[in-house]
């Protein structure tokens, strides 16, 4: 169906028109459905439409559909045990309900990445390592925080593994960091069974290995930077460092995958 609608689109549009406009028409028309699920604040599904307009434009619906299944994951785990959560001060405000803040600060990479492959600049196969191992590291933040923060019996700080209150900027706790561990493994195994063909020929196996690693070990370096950081510079935001520890994972990715010889060939 969406084959025939893109096509029907063509014939009175040129091709590129065309399949922006069936990116948008299609992301408009899932948020108006989407709306009323307790995932996003009103501003916050304008901004997932927007960002869900670029990753189907670059990526197509592969791109999409991962970056949807991490919201839905996200979403899931901040629901378990919200309410003795939100009881001790440590839920998510809102309800639980992520803005635009959130949206960008875990997909700005992930969408620069998508417009660099689309413009056709630099190696696919390297540019959707980055771009897995950055919703990897952000699905692992998260995985490790909610958890972490309802589950974890002694939260240390990670400089001097000193006992602190939960929630406190660089805290981590061994349950919290299990999680980290399975929710990168998790986001891997989805663009594992999603990008195993076209925009990239990249072959799987140690590639995966590497994302989910590199998913753990930028959170444990975002943890440092909290508890490093953070808490002395006030523009510093939650926001702002979910964007580098993004930043940190896809550059990571790239990087060793091309010392490692592991682009297109």
Not at 24 to 49: E, F, K, Y
Not at 68 to 82: K, M, N, Q
Not at 148 to 162: D, S
Not at 247 to 258: C, D, E, K, Q, Y
Request: aromatic share 8%.
């Amino acid at each position: 169906m969406l084959r025939a609608v893109q096509h029907t689109l063509m014939v009175f549009f040129p091709p590129i028109q065309a399949e922006w406009g069936l990116a948008l028409g299609l992301n408009a028309l899932l948020i108006a459905i989407a709306q009323r699920l307790p995932l996003l604040t009103p501003s916050g599904w304008v901004h997932a439409g927007a960002l869900g307009t670029i990753l189907w434009g670059c990526l197509g619906w592969r791109g999409w559909l991962a970056v949807v299944i991490y919201l839905a994951l996200g979403s899931l785990v901040t629901r378990l045990g919200f309410l003795r959560k939100q009881a001790a001060g440590l839920a998510e405000a809102r309800g639980g309900r992520r803005g635009p803040e959130n949206v960008w600060g875990s997909a700005a990479t992930g969408a620069l990445i998508a417009m660099l492959i689309k413009a056709g600049i630099g190696d696919s196969s390297l540019l959707i390592l980055g771009f897995s191992a950055s919703f990897a590291a952000k699905l692992a933040d998260t995985f490790g925080s909610e958890i972490g923060k309802r589950w974890g019996r002694t939260t240390v700080l990670i400089t001097n593994l000193r006992s602190v209150p939960a929630g406190t900027d660089g805290a981590i706790s061994l349950e919290g960091t299990l999680a980290s561990a399975a929710g990168s493994v998790l986001m891997t195994v989805v663009f594992v069974g999603l990008f195993t063909q076209p925009p990239t020929r990249l072959a799987w196996g140690e590639p995966a290995l590497l994302v989910a690693s590199i998913g753990l070990l930028a959170t444990l370096l975002e943890s440092l930077m909290g508890a490093l950081v953070q808490h002395r510079v006030r523009w510093l935001t939650n926001e702002l460092v979910n964007g580098l520890q993004t930043f940190v994972a896809a550059f990571l990715a790239i990087a060793f995958a091309a010392c490692l010889g592991w682009g297109s060939v």
